[in-house]
């Protein structure tokens, strides 16, 4: 079982930075990909961006391309995501994921079966 915790998250202005992590434990994370969420109140969870552990590949959605980075540390199992030019409309819950089937389908929810808590995230305009 792999057990993810968040931090990071807080109270920004708009145009502001934050860095959010995920740190894991109970196992190594080879071989996994690793994601990130949001949920706003009253709407749907939304893919924000994965990392393949192993090979490092990247995804990201559209709205966040070229404001987010996904980063990880592979000596710490912690996956980064560092959220720059930030808007009121990235405010929302960030929830870390984990695949360890490795499915392919890094955009969708239901592909990831580990969970972390949220980190809330507020931008402020």
């Known amino acids: 079982q792999v057990q993810l915790v968040e931090s990071g998250g807080g109270l920004v202005q708009a145009g502001g930075s934050l860095r959010l992590s995920c740190a894991a434990s109970?196992?190594?994370?080879?071989?996994?990909?690793m994601g990130w969420f949001r949920q706003a109140p009253g709407k749907t969870r939304e893919f924000v961006a994965a990392?393949?552990?192993?090979?490092?590949?990247?995804y990201y959605a559209d709205s966040v391309k070229g404001r987010f980075t996904i980063s990880k540390d592979n000596a710490k199992n912690t996956v980064y995501l560092q959220m720059n030019s930030l808007k009121p409309v990235d405010t929302a819950l960030f929830l870390c994921?984990?695949?360890?089937?490795?499915?392919?389908?890094?955009?969708?929810?239901?592909?990831?079966?580990?969970w972390g808590q949220g980190t809330q995230v507020t931008v402020s305009s």
């Open positions: 994921a984990a695949d360890s089937n490795y499915s392919g389908s890094y955009y969708d929810a239901g592909a990831y079966d580990h």
């Open positions: 109970g196992r190594t994370l080879a071989g996994y990909v």
């Open positions: 990392i393949g552990w192993s090979g490092g590949t990247t």
